[in-house]
Structures are given as C-alpha cells and as structure tokens.
C-alpha cells in the first residue's frame, strides 16, 4: 500500500526566512496531492490541492512543488512569520479505483517561526 | 469556513468499556471518514460512510468498530470493548463529493485514553 514520508518532523525558522518540509510517497497511481495546516487545538485546515498535471502551485505566501518522477511533493513558506507556527501534513490520494475518499498522510512537520 | 465539530474533544475510559465519539459534519455533507493518530504517527484511515453504509475500511477497523449517523445527527465511532491501543487522536472529516480531489473537512480531533 501507499507509504508516505514527511520531513523534518519538527523545523525552527526564524522569522523571514524560508521553511521547507518534504513529502515522498510510493504509490505511483498517486494522483491528488493536499497540504494541511493545523494550529494547537483546531482543525486541519488546507491550504493546497494539486493534481498530478501540475509541478508548481503558488499560494499566499507559499509555493507547492510536485515532483511525479522522483515522487515527492515539497512545500515552501516563503517569509515565514509567527503566524505560520503550525503543524504541516501532507495527503495522497489515487486515482479512482478502490481508493475512493481514502487519504494517506505524512506524519508531519511541527513548524516553529522564531520572532 | 464550513466547520466539523467533534464531541468531546477528550475522553479516558477503562479499558473493557464502550465508547462512542461524535462528529457533527458540514451540513450539506454526504461522505464522511474517520482517521486514527497515534501519538507521533501518521493519520491513518479507518473508514468512509456514505448513504448509511460503510463503503471502504481499513485493517484498523477493527471489529469492535462500528460506524452510524442515525436520521442525520451525529456521525459517531462506537468502539465495543475498547483495548489500550484504541488510544489515539480519532479526527472525523466529511466532503460534498466521493471523487479523490474533493476536499475532506476535517473536525478537531478526539483525543481517546483507554487505561
């Protein structure tokens, strides 16, 4: 089945600087990959979907990399601030078949933005 | 944004007992999933529901486990005997659509102790 692997699991940045956290996966029928953030006691929140067509994603001060050959998938804060002190979890999802609804997550990235 | 509320956010229970957590979902939701975190590991697929009935569940689905959202209420996990490793963050989400690129809403989590 789908392994997912997420890196770093914990990452100290100080403000403005970038943060880059690292998701490898194996199935290669992966087609839907997520980004979720979540903060201390509340909900996963997304913050990007990508479908397999597409390698570069630009969100708000963010941007998502898609790489089908080597099979990762990396996001990039870019000007971290404190704000951004969160949880990150990465999600794959295949195409169809018997996997419908079904995401395989990384173990995530506890992201700390140093003021 | 549209929000999943999970009741109660913490439960301890002794082992043996039964337990029942609840999700309250997106209102217009008709899919709807349970994911299990052990502490330090990945989120894990349990299983989706849709139509009152269980279309997918994993090896962790145990069958102790048991899926229902009677007369659209709460979609609730009933675990009947629970075992100590049923210790876990157990986070519910719910989507508007079965296809894999359809965003799953996530609630904040169950935080279960089973002594």
């Not at chain 2, 229970?13 to 217009?28: A, R």
């Amino acid at each position: 089945g789908e392994q997912v692997e997420q890196r770093p699991p914990h990452l100290s940045v100080r403000e403005g600087d970038s943060a880059f956290i690292t998701c490898t996966y194996t199935d290669p029928n992966s087609y839907y990959f997520f980004w979720y953030k979540q903060e201390p006691g509340a909900s996963l929140q997304l913050l990007m979907k990508v479908f397999s067509s597409t390698e570069i994603n630009e969100g708000q001060g963010f941007t998502v990399l898609l790489n089908k050959k080597d099979k990762r998938l990396s996001l990039n804060l870019t000007a971290a601030h404190p704000g951004d002190s969160a949880a990150y979890f990465c999600a794959v999802s295949a195409l169809g078949g018997s996997a419908l609804g079904r995401l395989h997550f990384g173990a995530g990235t506890q992201l700390i933005v140093i003021p | 944004g549209p929000k999943v509320l999970q009741i109660p956010s913490h439960q301890i229970i002794d082992m043996g007992q039964m337990v029942t957590l609840n999700c309250d979902p997106v209102s217009n939701h008709l899919y709807f999933y349970w994911y299990k975190q052990i502490l330090g590991q990945q989120m894990e697929f349990l299983v989706n529901f849709y139509n009152g009935k269980v279309m997918e569940k994993s090896k962790l689905f145990k069958d102790q486990f048991s899926v229902e959202r009677p007369d659209g209420s709460y979609f609730t996990l009933k675990i009947q005997p629970t075992a100590l490793e049923d210790s876990a963050v157990y986070f519910c989400a719910s989507s508007s659509d079965w296809e894999n690129y359809a965003e799953q809403f996530f609630g904040p989590g169950t935080r279960l102790t089973v002594l």
